[in-house]
Every structure is written in structure tokens, then in C-alpha cells.
């Protein structure tokens, strides 16, 4: 599992600032996602990505911007990050669409204060 | 979009019992339903996944059932240990390349 990981593992941020949380993985698979898990909601999907270049929105995409410039890093932008975006971060890859599960990132536990 | 449900949020069973975990979808054209297990600080896990074309699968004490019809799949853990206390999540796939998770079934094993 070591092919996918995630930077920073903890990161405190006041609320205005900008932060990005960084994915990579050593796989080459098309599809990397973000999600966000809290308590009581389990894990939602932010955005997605297909390939290099592609990406899509998920259940909660506002506040969040993600680029795909290659196919091995997938970073998520908080573009002002706020106190509600507090949350524990999960990146996944899959090689192919429904063919493999996901494989997970060990994850970023972000504050924001 | 798709929805996933899932049941019950929290389960505590005694060791050596049987544990089961209900979800439903809402979308007739989904066509894979993984599941994952979390453990305390660590990151999901896959442990089992089923398509559609499937109405039953094991993987030794593990198993997952699919009713396309009725849009229910289930969990089944049998002769559960200690080692099966975890959150267990379902999802199911959704139309663009994605999937949608449940919000968790938190396992308890008591001794």
C-alpha cells in the first residue's frame, strides 16, 4: 500500500489561508479521488478524476479545487479554507472503473482554526 | 444521484456470534458495491466486493449479498473476533466514474 501517499499527515491552518494537500501515486492509475471523512457522515466524495487533465465534481466540491497535470499526483486545494473544512482527508486510486477496489492513502488530518 | 443507505450506525455482538449489516441504493444502474473496513486511525480497507451479475459471495468468514430487485446488499460476518471491531462502510457505483459510501457501521466484538 505504500504505492499512494498523502502530504502533509497533519496540517493546522487559520481560517483565510490557503492550503494543499498533496497525492501521489507510483501505480500510474487513471482514477484518483478525493474524500473527506467526517463523524457521522462517513466518506464523501469531493472530486474525481478520470486521467491527466480530467476531472469532475463529487457530493461536495464547493470551497475545493483539484488539478491533474500528471497522472500520478492528484492535489486538493482549499482555496480559503474555512472551519467547516475540518476534516480528515482520504485520497484513492483505482486503475480502472468499477474492475478494483479503491486502494486509500493513509490520509491528512486537517484543522482549521 | 445515487443515495446509500446504510444499518444499523453502531452493532455490538458477542464474540463468536454473527454480525450483519444492511444497506440499500437508489440507483437501478448501479453495478458494484465494495466494502470496507476501518480500523481506529488507519486508512479503509477493501474487504469484499460484489457486481451485479452476482447475488452471493465468500471469502471465508466474510460474506456479501446482492437483491438487484429490492436494491439491498448486505454484509455477513460470521464467528466474529475480536479483530472484526472496526467501522464498516458500503458503497455502491454511481453514474461519472465514482462511488458513493454509506456513513459507517461502527462494529463492536464484546468478549
Known amino acids: 500500500d505504500a504505492g499512494i501517499t498523502q502530504s502533509p499527515r497533519y496540517k493546522i491552518t487559520e481560517t483565510g489561508r490557503q492550503v494543499t494537500l498533496m497525492c501521489h501515486q507510483t501505480?500510474?492509475?487513471?482514477?484518483m479521488f478525493w474524500y473527506r471523512q467526517d463523524l457521522g457522515h462517513g466518506l464523501r466524495l469531493i472530486y474525481y478524476?478520470?486521467?491527466?487533465?480530467?476531472?469532475d465534481k463529487g457530493e461536495v466540491p464547493d470551497g475545493y479545487v483539484v488539478s491533474r497535470s500528471k497522472t500520478e499526483n492528484f492535489p486538493l486545494t482549499l482555496e480559503s479554507a474555512t472551519r467547516s473544512q475540518t476534516s480528515v482527508y482520504f485520497c484513492?486510486?483505482?486503475?480502472?472503473?468499477?474492475?478494483?477496489?479503491?486502494?486509500f492513502g493513509s490520509g491528512t488530518r486537517l484543522t482549521v482554526v | 444521484g445515487e443515495n446509500v443507505e446504510q444499518h444499523p450506525s453502531t452493532l455490538s455482538v458477542q464474540e463468536g456470534d454473527s454480525a450483519v449489516i444492511k444497506c440499500t441504493y437508489s440507483?437501478?444502474?448501479?453495478?458494484?458495491f465494495p466494502w470496507y473496513k476501518q480500523e481506529l486511525g488507519k486508512r479503509p480497507q477493501l474487504i469484499i466486493d460484489i457486481r451485479s451479475n452476482v447475488g452471493e459471495k465468500k471469502d471465508q468468514r466474510i460474506a456479501v449479498t446482492l437483491n438487484k430487485t429490492a436494491k439491498h446488499f448486505s454484509l455477513h460476518i460470521t464467528e466474529t473476533q475480536p479483530e472484526d471491531s472496526a467501522v464498516y462502510f458500503c458503497?455502491?457505483?454511481?453514474?461519472?466514474?465514482?462511488?458513493?459510501f454509506g456513513k459507517g457501521t461502527r462494529l463492536h466484538i464484546l468478549p
Open positions: 484513492a486510486s483505482t486503475p480502472l472503473r468499477d474492475r478494483d477496489g479503491y486502494t
Open positions: 478524476s478520470a486521467a491527466a487533465d480530467i476531472t
Open positions: 501505480w500510474s492509475h487513471s482514477y
Open positions: 458503497a455502491a457505483s454511481a453514474p461519472g466514474d465514482k462511488i458513493i
Open positions: 440507483d437501478s444502474a448501479s453495478n458494484y
